[in-house]
């Protein structure tokens, strides 16, 4: 308990860092007008194609016997590869409202 007190103590700028972090966030995304929210979140879930690089690249250069790392580096693969499939999903329904039916339906002749 005493170690996990002093990575504290000698790192206390960083915790207030993340947790005024936190704050501004919410701040943020709590004032985006939800016209918004959909094209910025789906792009926001493409950016975690990085992710899954990192994850891939800590995953490789990890020992055989770290099941932690491996394991927390397969959990990052799935879960940022879900992110970016669902991110391509929400901007190709998004973009699919723009367009125009294109059914025979739709289509006039001039004999109509």
Known sequence: MEIFLN????NIELFYIVIL????GIEVISRVPSVLHTPL???ANAIHGVIIIGSIIVM??????????????FIAVIVGTINVVGGFVVTDRM???????KGPASQ???DD
Do not use: D, R
């Open 7 to 10: 990575f504290i103590q000698s």
């Open 41 to 43: 979140m789906s792009g």
């Open 60 to 73: 490789g250069e990890a020992s055989p016997n770290n099941y932690f790392v491996l394991a927390l580096g």
């Open 21 to 24: 972090s936190v704050f501004l």
């Open 95 to 101: 973009l699919g409202m723009f367009k125009s039916a």
């Open 108 to 110: 006039k002749t001039k």
